[in-house]
């Protein structure tokens, strides 16, 4: 080996054995956890689910067509499509991050085809060539032609360069670890947007089912105030019934009808709702008006700390802390010098066939060392905007943990709450029905006037109401605390690299 070849073999060495990280090394930080979910003690939902299905969490509702809808969601809907593309951008970013621990080795061709003339200097001349990093040095091979006061000159040149800067304090390791982070947040961003889209579903799905059932008490509503003026109508006209009886009668029957029609405008729009969240156009989708068991499961609890890992949000709010640590380190890094390794060895020649001939041939290696002496303090205040920034990530991180306990307390506490209130809404409504029924039999023999059947049918209404109501809140919430304890999703599903 030529010493200068040996020199470059010792420089290298000397780089990886003096190569070391600066910066923090990454450990994270304490979050504000309870021991324990407050609103969960003391309380047995009525409808229990075993666990939740980490890939179909919404099968624990036991509905086939929700179970269609939501299959289309992670294939179809735009949002999810979305974070899915910069979740694959983050990865190569890594990608190439990682390629900068590695040598550059590029190739250079040239040839040149020149004339001189004497007293005058040259002509006129052609040259091509590629490089690609590394520097080119040596001389070339050349042939010279004379004609009369002037001369021929060509030169052939072939040489592969390199060029390499170690990675002596650690900056692209930083970076690399930066990235690797940021990737690893893109993609639990992946799973939340997954998980906020299907959790949209269900909540505009059971809604619609919902309105379907709004829409089918409001029938049977209209049916029975067409009977009841039918019957005041008769009434009327045997004279035993005012005309404002006939009249009011109309008005109530005219309200009924009113409001079946704006359950229909609410349910279209729902409709259409599905449709998007599903990647189609509402006119591409129909769902049949359908009944739906009334059942309101509620997902398992575990304890509190088991949060932290099951949370896509906190997972992606820890890894850009990470990111944020590993960015102190990068900075650092300024202070520190830079080592430029190159080399490059080829061969020129005055033709072809003689190019790569070991007397043609030609080499050359090299070390550049580099460092700022004077900056005006740029590099304290990257080193300080970097910890402010890292300072940042971890209160972002705290208030991701805190929101989310509240989120699980909230829904826990209104699961509670709902169950309550439904049965005491369904014992309001069976006796608002039966008290209907009673003053109609009344009002037929003549003992009690129409204000006190129509003041029943009003009442019945409302409870009735009441109770799809709460139904809705019941579901509502019951999706809501899925989504709050992470939808069956677990941080160990992040990308390892």
Same mark, same amino acid.
């Given at each position: 080996?030529?010493?200068?070849? %040996?020199?470059?073999?010792?420089?290298?060495?000397?780089? #990886? !054995?003096?190569?070391?990280?600066?910066?923090?090394?990454?450990?994270?930080? $304490?979050?504000?956890?309870?021991?324990?979910? /407050? $609103?969960?003690?003391?309380?047995?939902?009525?409808?229990?689910?075993?666990?939740?299905?980490?890939?179909?969490?919404?099968?624990?509702?036991?509905?086939?067509?929700?179970?269609?809808?939501?299959?289309?969601?992670?294939?179809?809907?735009?949002?999810?499509?979305?974070?899915?593309?910069?979740?694959?951008?983050?990865?190569?970013?890594?990608?190439?991050?990682?390629?900068?621990?590695?040598?550059?080795?590029?190739?250079?061709?040239?040839?040149?085809?020149?004339?001189?003339?004497?007293? @005058?200097?040259?002509?006129?001349?052609?040259?091509?060539?590629?490089?690609?990093?590394?520097?080119?040095?040596?001389?070339?091979?050349?042939?010279?032609?004379?004609?009369?006061?002037?001369?021929?000159?060509?030169?052939?040149?072939?040489?592969?360069?390199?060029?390499?800067?170690?990675?002596?304090?650690? /900056?692209? %390791?930083?970076?690399?670890?930066?990235?690797?982070?940021?990737?690893?947040?893109?993609?639990?961003?992946?799973?939340?947007?997954?998980?906020?889209? +299907?959790?949209?579903? #269900? $909540?505009?799905?059971?809604?619609?089912?919902?309105?379907?059932?709004?829409?089918?008490?409001?029938?049977?509503?209209?049916?029975? =105030?067409? /009977?009841? !003026?039918?019957?005041?109508?008769?009434?009327?006209?045997?004279?035993?019934?005012?005309?404002?009886?006939?009249?009011?009668?109309?008005?109530?029957?005219?309200?009924?009808?009113?409001?079946?029609?704006?359950?229909?405008?609410? %349910?279209?729009?729902?409709?259409?709702?599905?449709?998007?969240?599903?990647?189609?156009?509402?006119?591409?989708?129909? &769902?049949?008006?359908?009944?739906?068991?009334?059942?309101?499961?509620?997902?398992?609890?575990?304890?509190?700390?088991?949060?932290?890992?099951?949370?896509?949000? &906190? #997972?992606?709010?820890?890894?850009?802390?990470?990111?944020?640590?590993?960015? @102190?380190?990068?900075?650092?890094?300024? =202070?520190?010098?830079?080592?430029?390794?190159?080399?490059?060895?080829?061969?020129?020649?005055?033709?072809?066939? *003689?190019?790569?001939?070991?007397?043609?041939?030609?080499?050359?290696?090299?070390?550049?060392?580099?460092?700022?002496?004077?900056?005006?303090?740029?590099?304290?205040?990257?080193?300080?905007?970097?910890?402010?920034? =890292?300072?940042? *990530?971890?209160?972002?991180?705290?208030?991701?943990?805190?929101?989310?306990?509240?989120?699980?307390?909230?829904?826990?506490?209104? !699961?509670?709450?709902? +169950?309550?209130?439904?049965?005491?809404?369904?014992?309001?409504?069976?006796?608002?029905? +039966?008290?209907?029924?009673?003053?109609?039999?009344?009002?037929?023999?003549?003992?009690?006037?129409?204000?006190?059947?129509?003041?029943? +049918?009003?009442?019945?209404?409302?409870?009735?109401?009441?109770?799809?109501?709460?139904?809705?809140?019941?579901?509502?919430?019951?999706?809501?605390?899925? $989504?709050?304890?992470?939808?069956?999703?677990?941080?160990?599903?992040?990308?390892?690299?």
């Amino acid at each position: 080996m030529r010493p200068s070849l %040996r020199r470059l073999a010792g420089w290298t060495a000397l780089a #990886a !054995l003096a190569g070391c990280t600066v910066g923090p090394d990454y450990h994270r930080p $304490e979050a504000p956890v309870s021991p324990r979910f /407050k $609103e969960a003690a003391g309380w047995a939902p009525s409808q229990p689910a075993d666990a939740i299905d980490r890939g179909a969490w919404w099968s624990m509702f036991h509905d086939a067509a929700l179970d269609q809808l939501e299959q289309r969601v992670a294939t179809s809907n735009q949002t999810v499509a979305e974070y899915e593309a910069a979740y694959r951008q983050a990865h190569q970013v890594v990608a190439e991050a990682r390629s900068s621990l590695f040598p550059t080795v590029g190739v250079d061709a040239d040839v040149t085809h020149s004339r001189e003339s004497s007293g @005058i200097g040259t002509t006129g001349a052609t040259g091509a060539g590629t490089s690609t990093g590394g520097t080119t040095s040596g001389s070339t091979g050349t042939t010279t032609t004379s004609t009369g006061g002037s001369s021929i000159r060509t030169s052939y040149v072939g040489e592969l360069e390199a060029s390499w800067v170690p990675d002596l304090w650690g /900056k692209v %390791r930083r970076t690399i670890e930066s990235d690797k982070a940021l990737a690893q947040a893109s993609a639990a961003d992946l799973a939340n947007a997954r998980l906020a889209a +299907q959790g949209s579903l #269900a $909540e505009d799905y059971f809604a619609l089912r919902v309105l379907d059932e709004q829409s089918r008490l409001y029938r049977d509503t209209v049916a029975d =105030y067409q /009977k009841f !003026l039918t019957l005041t109508t008769n009434q009327f006209k045997f004279g035993t019934q005012a005309r404002s009886a006939v009249i009011t009668a109309q008005t109530q029957l005219y309200g009924a009808q009113a409001s079946l029609i704006d359950v229909g405008v609410r %349910r279209s729009a729902m409709e259409h709702a599905i449709a998007v969240l599903v990647g189609v156009p509402p006119a591409a989708l129909t &769902i049949a008006p359908a009944s739906f068991a009334r059942d309101v499961p509620v997902a398992p609890v575990d304890v509190a700390s088991s949060l932290l890992e099951r949370r896509p949000d &906190i #997972a992606a709010a820890e890894r850009r802390m990470a990111s944020a640590n590993a960015q @102190i380190g990068v900075a650092v890094s300024a =202070y520190y010098p830079s080592l430029t390794l190159s080399g490059d060895y080829g061969s020129g020649a005055s033709s072809l066939g *003689s190019l790569f001939t070991s007397a043609a041939s030609l080499w050359s290696v090299g070390a550049e060392l580099a460092d700022t002496l004077i900056d005006f303090g740029a590099r304290r205040a990257q080193v300080r905007a970097s910890r402010a920034a =890292y300072d940042e *990530s971890v209160a972002t991180y705290r208030q991701t943990v805190l929101t989310a306990f509240q989120g699980v307390e909230d829904e826990l506490s209104a !699961l509670h709450v709902y +169950q309550q209130e439904q049965d005491v809404l369904l014992h309001t409504e069976s006796s608002a029905r +039966q008290a209907v029924q009673l003053d109609t039999n009344q009002y037929r023999e003549g003992t009690v006037d129409y204000t006190t059947v129509i003041t029943a +049918q009003a009442t019945a209404l409302a409870a009735s109401q009441n109770v799809l109501t709460v139904l809705q809140e019941r579901l509502q919430s019951s999706v809501l605390l899925v $989504e709050d304890l992470g939808g069956g999703w677990s941080a160990d599903q992040l990308p390892k690299s």
